[in-house]
């Protein structure tokens, strides 16, 4: 079993920058493919960014350019740094871990950016 806790939500301004982190228990982290996804008022849950097992990343392209996932095995912890910030980033992010045939969720912070 894997439980997620995200943090680092909060209220930014458009162009700010916040860093998500999502903290994970057990043992297995280094072998999960780990993710962030967020679900805008009345919008579906869209996936933002990805980090696997080894490595490899993959992005939206609406955060491309914008937003880095980065994960620490040391620390059983993925992080999302999130720059120049727009109000339509504006949503619930999710933390979700694959592997070892389950999928996994946090639940959820909320990112508000707004002047």
């Known amino acids: 079993q894997v439980q997620l806790v995200e943090s680092g939500g909060g209220l930014v301004q458009p162009g700010g920058s916040l860093r998500l982190s999502c903290a994970a228990s057990g043992s297995i982290f280094s072998y999960l493919n780990m993710g962030w996804y967020r679900q805008g008022p009345g919008l579906q849950r869209d996936r933002v960014a990805l980090?696997?097992?080894?490595?490899?990343?993959w992005y939206a392209d609406s955060v491309k350019g914008r937003f880095t996932i980065s994960r620490d095995n040391a620390k059983n912890t993925v992080y999302l740094q999130m720059s120049s910030l727009k109000p339509e980033d504006t949503a619930v992010y999710y933390c979700?871990?694959?592997?070892?045939?389950?999928?996994?969720w946090g639940q959820g912070t909320q990112v508000t950016v707004s002047s």
């Open positions: 980090v696997t097992s080894g490595g490899s990343t």
């Open positions: 979700t871990a694959v592997g070892t045939g389950k999928e996994y």
